[in-house]
């Protein structure tokens, strides 16, 4: 017990957020402290803010992430305009204060996953730097400026106010988690262990490691590293590998590498993304005790693009089925819980999305995660433009500054993600056209991230490549694979010309026809739909708010074009039964809508109800979208005839005169029924309908649960013309954190706990603390019977 009161030299109000540091020279080790908790924040700029004497008792106390945008109000005059969803940027503060004296023989750094943008840092007056990019995650070490007395101060100013800078909304503040990091003078270099497989079969595989050591303290080091990897089915360690190094200088740094061969391992894959753990530690051999270790998740799989056959994973050939998605999540604005990225990606997932490319820069580093647990494969972006900006306060501003710090920092970060399986240099650059400039900076970049990972291929999004000539000048060339947006018959053609260049849809457009060019193109690696989900921002007029391009809507919801993909992509058999209502025909780049050019929102052409407006009898065109082999409709148990599924799969059509009551689709394998899905005609609104998904891999402050909110009629059927304001209340106020729908054009709160339905829906976002408490969600709205739900934390 003596010795456990010698660990901790803390005081002060903020003890609880320390007692993991260990203070005892001899015996330090590595510990990482969740930072979210106990910030102080003010929506404005003000003057000595990061003095340790400046008055904050007024402020805000917020926990991060935080992104203060998203609170509103929506208004046409905010200068973020319809590219940032007509919502607030400005400047902000946060401060923290934290009780914490020096230790000898201990390092301590702070780490940002991300703060949106041109952020400063300072600890107790001393400033640590700036970060101009709002996506780069990035760290500072505090050791030298920890104040004797242990009293201590970190602020953080946050400037968005230039606008306009996105072209979609990216919010504003502190909107990724921030940890504190304690380790030896004798350490791991940050970020700079790296795990790659260089071959695997299902009977063997070698797995390259290497990691940088890093000496600060004064005297010399003889050191012992250890890596450990161990299967998470029993953690038992499978092999280990123990590295001898003689002696590392004081204030020096020792690079190590070693190859580990597995027996039978189990492979990463879509299907089983099974992740092993490395252990890798470090430690003087005259105090083994201290020492310093990370865990590294591993996926063990092998990756290969090939100029005649496309992508394979595992040596087995696959279509890259991807969509593209920005940062937001809608009601939480860029500060999203990943349990609100779990539902998401599940909900696409069910639709045959197999990859993500994380649309226009690098992702939260907990997404990333979630993609290696679920089984996705991932397009890591980098930038939207370079020195040629899209916006009056956009990137290139800082560009030549930043950007090969930026995009080093990106794949240090993310490359040990089994996920990962394509750098992207940029999106839709417009230096393009001025050759030099272009090539320059394209190889810089592709060398950069060949330097610090030499085990995945580069690519680049590029823009009307013909027109500037990226073809013929050798800058698409520059990249390993040739990626191009929507323009799938250029790129087509460019491989006809040069049969080694391997090619991938960067970003493709909802149209049959450039799915059936990668279906039926094997050297066509795979498409990105634009875009996987709605979005905030990139809207061209008030009052709508959000882009309509997703397959799920902001609640998660597929839109007609989802269910239409997954019958091109899904595996599992699938069917989606609507009504044409448009009069002419839907425009080839989009099947499921029209889209008036102004203002952006999407005009329903396929509904899957059986309410047509008209009532007296009358033809309705009925579409049906299946993998099925047949589809037999029904009208009222009476059968309309089956259909077969066309080679080019286009719909299955069928003529029917209305009828009130029940429309009814089977799809058939073998002549076996295998999908049945039905229209009812719908009655007057009744009550409302409570279901909740719950993710199963969050705990915490990412813990978010969906409380899906269904205007049903007497019957139980959707309304989908309801739009009932629906009040939500819980036994636990505080347990309601948001709420949402997939109305583009609301400019409702997201912060009240009340929403109206859209299209029959609405949803609530709860939040359950780490107890066993029951939380009950109440929906009520006038005219319509109340319901209940119960929760419990599983």
Known sequence: MPHLLKLFRISGISFFAFIFFVAHAENITRSIKTWDNDWKF????????????????????VTLPHD????????????????????????????????????????????????????????????????PYGYSSFSYDLTPYLSEDGNNL?????????QPASRWYSGSGIYRHVRLVSTPLLHLGHWSTFVSTRDATKQTAHLNIETLVVNEADTAKDVSVNFEVKDPANDLSITSIKSHVTRIEAHTTCEIKECITLSNPTLWSLENPYLYTLKTSVSANDNPDSCDCEVTPVGIRTIRFDASQGFFLNDKNLKLKGVCLHDDGSAFGAAVPLGLWEIRLNALKKLGVNAIRTAHNPPAPEFLNLCDQLGFLVMDESFDC??????????????EAWNKIDIRDMVLRDRNHPSIVLWSTGNEIHDTPKTELAYRILKDLVDIIHKNDPTRPTTQALFRPNVSHDY??????????????YRYNELL????????????????????????????????????????????????????????????????????????????????PTLYLARRVAPTPPRPTDPGYETTPVPRKRTKTLLA?????????????I??????????????????????????????????????????????????????????????????????????????????ICIMAEVVDGNGTLNTNASNLIKFTSNIPASIVAVDSGDNASHESFYLAKRKAYEGRCVAYVRLDSTKQKVIVTASAEGLSSTQLEMINP
């Open 623 to 704: 579409e049906v979208y299946s993998n099925c082999d047949e589809v037999e409709l029904f009208l009222n148990k009476k059968s309309l005839g089956s259909k077969s599924l066309s080679s080019d799969l286009s719909p299955r059509t069928w003529s029917v005169e209305y009828t009130p009551g029940e429309l009814v689709a089977v799809g058939k394998n073998k002549n076996v029924a295998v999908y049945t899905t039905a229209l009812v005609t719908q009655l007057k609104p009744a009550s409302i309908k409570l279901s909740a998904i719950y993710p199963k891999r969050v705990q915490g402050w990412d813990n978010i």
């Open 493 to 572: 053609a460019a491989h006809e010309t040069k049969p080694t260049r391997k090619i991938i849809g960067t970003e493709n457009g909802h149209e049959l026809p450039a799915w059936l060019a990668v279906r039926d193109n094997p050297e066509y690696a795979g498409e990105f739909i634009w875009s996987g989900i709605d979005y905030l921002g990139e809207s061209r007029t008030w009052p709508i708010i959000a882009n309509p391009s997703g397959l799920l809507d902001r609640t998660s919801i597929p839109h007609p074009d989802g269910y239409i993909f997954q019958s091109w992509w899904s595996d599992k």
């Open 472 to 485: 013929d000048n050798g800058l698409a060339d520059l990249l390993d694979v040739v990626g191009t947006n």
């Open 68 to 131: 203060w945008s998203i609170a509103g109000p929506f208004d046409i005059n905010n200068p973020t305009g319809g590219a940032g969803g007509f919502l607030p940027a400005g400047i902000g503060w946060y401060r923290k204060s934290f009780t914490l004296k020096r230790i000898h023989e201990q390092k301590l750094s702070i780490e940002f996953d991300g703060v949106m943008a041109n952020s400063d840092v300072w600890i107790n007056e001393h400033h640590l730097g700036k970060r």
């Open 154 to 162: 970190i602020a953080v100013r946050v400037d968005n106010a230039q």
């Open 609 to 621: 109800d059986w309410n047509p407006k008209t009532i007296s009898p009358h033809l309705e065109s």
């Open 42 to 61: 003010i929506q404005t700029d003000t003057t000595g803010a990061e003095a340790k004497a400046y008055n904050d008792s007024s402020w805000k106390l």
């Open 386 to 399: 370079w020195t040629v900006g899209k916006n009056l306060y956009d990137y290139h501003l800082v560009f």
